[in-house]
């Protein structure tokens, strides 16, 4: 498996198996993928800014057994802590194109979330230039790429101010402002991302690919009326469905487990209808630590 894919096994939670949520450990780490039963689809998950693959965590326990699981890791996070994190979106997907294109023939779907979302987009049209599109683009929490970003970036920010940025969005506990030797060491990956996605660009073309769109109404940082001009970016289908529960909403087990049943996994097509709402959840208090990007700390209310 290449250094920018992680497999991950799937299948129920099984008993006493439930994850863990400490401030400094990252969570229960990831377990590598297991062998003996043959995938029939293929979903590949990329993070937000500076996340890690445990972001994912909670999505391994709502995914079928016989569905290969793959999450993004890119340069400067985790194995790859010790190489330098890329600042362009074009150079992120030259290298997951290439680890996708290396796989074995197999039905897939892509998801992203935040920053995922822009590297979704990109690696979905450079696949499809391949001639091995997915069958789904889901997008999460990221406005379409008709808005760019603007002024003033938070990739130039300094490191007080990024960090404050992370608090108002929920990225981060307000406890860990002080707990700098914590969150330091992952600055360098969120900033190098951030750059990558507010220095993107629309493309002169969108892509065939159908897309699911996904986000919060209560999102702090995109505008939830925004996320159906997704649908300007592709000639297919498009779908979109809203949740609660703040920027980081998707890594909710309830809500990935729900999301995971509009995938193009059990039917090999996306499912399709118009836009709705889902019920509302709990929302995570997040937090950045080197370890694999937001940590639930405790929930609150929505």
Known sequence: MSDWLMKVST???RAGGGMSHGAAGGGAPLRPGAAGTRPRHRLIALPHA???PSAFRSWRHVLPDDVEFLVGQLPGRGPRMNEPPLRRVEELVE???GALSDLDPLPYTIIGHSFGSVLGYELTKAMEHKGLPPQLLAVSARQPPCFPSEAPY???RTDAELLAHLVDMGGMSPELMSRTELVRPALRAIRADLEAMETYRRPLSGTSVPILSLGAVDDPVVISERLHLWSLETTGT???LM?????FYLYDPDTAASIAQHLAIDSGMPSTGNNTTAPPRRRAALA?????GPMNLREESS
């Not at 949740?243 to 920027?247: D, E, K, Q, R, S």
């Open 11 to 13: 299948g129920a939670r």
């Open 243 to 247: 949740f609660t529960g703040g920027h």
């Open 50 to 52: 500076g996340g890690w």
């Open 95 to 97: 290298g997951l194109g």
């Open 238 to 240: 498009f779908t979109r």
């Open 288 to 292: 950045y630590v080197p370890g694999g």
């Open 154 to 156: 938070a990739h130039q």
